[in-house]
T-cell receptor, first 112, second 114 residues
Framework: DQQVKQNSPSLSVQEGRISILNCDYT??????FLWYKKYPAEGPTFLISISSIKDKNEDGRFTVFLNKSAKHLSLHIVPSQPGDSAVYFCAASSNSGYELNFGKGTSLLVTP | KAGVTQTPRYLIKTRGQQVTLSCSPISGHRSVSWYQQTPGQGLQFLFE???????NKGNFPGRFSGRQFSNSRSEMNVSTLELGDSALYLC?????????????FGPGTRLTVT
């Protein structure tokens, strides 16, 4: 049963515009959320995280928003750059476990 | 600091054989987790070790096992390989003490079962 869902398998955005990647979760016990970026032939790279006590966290061009009531989070990349083209994974964890529960990923393509 | 290293990077095995994959975490990290990535299922948690103890296990059959050594290096073993075990196996490390924590991934071992 997929507890973290990324319903858009792919997204194409023009360079300089905003990229918005979405993620939904079903487990109300999740209290920590992370975004990872993955290039082919490499392992996922940690991007940004957010605790459930916050609704927004920024790090440079990356901002993550959390809506707990809707069990929804999103990653905003502004401005998007061609080097951002990769697969983005949303992940969540709960206080009762030590694993990360991943979505299936969204492939982002930023075109010049 | 050096990142997470995994060996071998690529492996081809035959059905019924067994395989051992190795992971060296980031220096100072005491937690090691293993994940299986397949096109259909995405990234799925296998197990996590901290100070040589398995703290959590995912929903995989007993053919999948692991261990952690006193230097935090970890191995995972898959016995009686099946075609469906073909996947990218990723190892991740983290400090492991307290929450929240982020996990840092290695490049993975690509296992192909024929």
């Amino acid at each position: 049963d997929q507890q973290v869902k990324q319903n858009s398998p792919s997204l194409s955005v023009q360079e300089g515009r905003i990229s918005i990647l979405n993620c939904d979760y079903t487990n109300s016990m999740f209290d920590y959320f992370l975004w990872y970026k993955k290039y082919p032939a490499e392992g996922p790279t940690f991007l940004i995280s957010i605790s459930s006590i916050k609704d927004k966290n920024e790090d440079g061009r990356f901002t993550v928003f959390l809506n707990k009531s809707a069990k929804h989070l999103s990653l905003h990349i502004v401005p998007s750059q061609p080097g951002d083209s990769a697969v983005y994974f949303c992940a969540a964890s709960s206080n009762s476990g030590y694993e990360l529960n991943f979505g299936k990923g969204t492939s982002l393509l930023v075109t010049p | 600091k050096a990142g997470v290293t995994q060996t071998p990077r690529y492996l081809i095995k035959t059905r019924g054989q067994q395989v051992t994959l190795s992971c060296s975490p980031i220096s100072g990290h005491r937690s090691v987790s293993w994940y299986q990535q397949t096109p259909g299922q995405g990234l799925q948690f296998l197990f996590e070790y901290f100070s040589e103890t398995q703290r959590n296990k995912g929903n995989f059959p007993g053919r999948f096992s692991g261990r952690q050594f006193s230097n935090s290096r970890s191995e995972m073993n898959v016995s009686t390989l099946e075609l469906g075990d073909s996947a990218l196996y990723l190892c991740a490390s983290s400090p492991g003490a307290g929450r929240p924590y982020e996990q840092y991934f290695g490049p993975g071992t690509r296992l192909t079962v024929t």
